[in-house]
């Protein structure tokens, strides 16, 4: 029993040790850089995709009122990028477009999916004499992934600006971006990423 007592002493204090060892750094905005260029990367891609389907030399008005999300204006600016890049010309008007494009989202945030093989993040409780709080130990992870995807769903329609007639719809097309954090045996940590990529529309 003695014994068995000592082993145990001495993992907990490796335990402690491990969390001493650990830094843990909080992001002071409401989102990290890291979710701002995940949703970012999407969107991106998911405009790459919409500005493909319009055509080219044409002068178009763009309405953007149905794009509302935290990431709107770049949302919008990357569908302008996108269009500009494809030969479209954008105008400021009604009277001087060829066609109105309005545009429509249906997604643009993250979702974050974890799965592990191992404790969570326990804290031991409050010794009454010696500590006023309880004793924070770290998870241990014999296995761990974490997955944070970002999706942007993007789609168009666009009408002739003097009769009012469909010119183009367009199907509606999905971005994505993909951060997968590892870790297995404890300490062995690595991050497979996509966003810093070059752009491109993606499969899920």
């Not at 029993?1 to 002493?9: E, K, T, V």
């Amino acid at each position: 029993m003695q014994g068995s007592a000592i082993s145990l002493s001495a993992l907990l204090l490796c335990f402690l040790a491990l969390g001493g060892c650990a830094v843990e750094r909080v992001s002071n905005p409401g989102r990290t850089a890291t979710e701002e260029l995940l949703i970012s990367t999407a969107a991106d891609r998911a405009a790459e995709g919409l500005a493909e389907q319009v055509p080219p030399n044409v002068k178009v008005l763009l309405g953007t009122v149905s794009v509302a999300a935290v990431d709107e204006r770049y949302a919008t600016f990357a569908i302008r990028d996108r269009l500009l890049r494809r030969g479209v010309i954008l105008v400021d008007d009604k009277a001087s477009a060829d066609m109105v494009i309005e545009v429509r989202m249906g997604a643009l945030s993250t979702d974050e999916r974890t799965m592990y093989l191992g404790t969570p993040q326990l804290q031991l409780p409050a010794v009454p004499g010696v500590a006023t709080t309880g004793i924070p130990l770290p998870s241990l992870n014999i296995f761990k992934r974490t997955e944070t995807k970002a999706v942007a769903k993007f789609a168009a329609t666009g009408y002739d600006a003097k009769t009012g007639e469909m010119v183009v719809a367009t199907e509606p097309q999905l971005g994505y971006s993909e951060k997968v954090d590892w870790v297995i045996l404890f300490l062995l940590s690595w991050t497979n990423s996509d966003y810093l990529e070059a752009d491109r529309v993606t499969a899920p």
